[in-house]
């Protein structure tokens, strides 16, 4: 239904916790969490269940059947808003890092050339110093 690093937990927790006042417990004594199911026919409706006993309550009463539609498609779509704003993070890193490889590249290549045109110099030089040698044996 929806993206696998979509976290529906994030988008009920505060008001969760703000009507969280009264305990239910099951049948073994166990304070019950509140907690939200996000299937296809009850979307977002919370209900009190542990993961240990088949026991649990509704706290919402029954979704209509509009958000029953509604809900599960707008869920699909923030999933696929995330997934894409994930990919272009990715493309913004991948670019950010592709410069700086080029920068480093930038600096090598003028270090290079700086080298290539000292190494000329040097030979420009030495080349003099050989002219001046053979004029004085010659």
């Known amino acids: 239904m929806h993206s696998k690093g979509l976290n529906l937990t994030r988008l009920c ?8 006042s009264g305990e239910i417990r099951c049948n073994h004594g166990y304070v019950l969490p509140l907690l939200t199911t996000w299937t296809p026919r009850n979307p977002g409706r919370r209900y009190w269940g542990p993961q240990s006993c088949d026991f649990w309550v509704w706290k919402d009463s029954e979704i209509d059947p509009r958000s029953k539609f509604v809900i599960p498609k707008l869920l699909d779509k923030m999933g696929e808003l995330e997934n894409a704003l994930e990919g272009f993070e990715n493309l913004a890193n991948s670019r950010t890092t592709l410069k700086v490889e080029n920068t480093i590249e930038e600096d090598k290549m003028k270090k290079t050339e700086a080298q ?19 004029s004085k044996i010659g």
């Open 13 to 20: 927790t505060e008001e969760e916790e703000n009507e969280s």
């Open 116 to 134: 290539l045109v000292k190494l000329q110099d040097d030979m420009e030089k030495m080349k003099r110093e050989e002219k001046k040698w053979k």
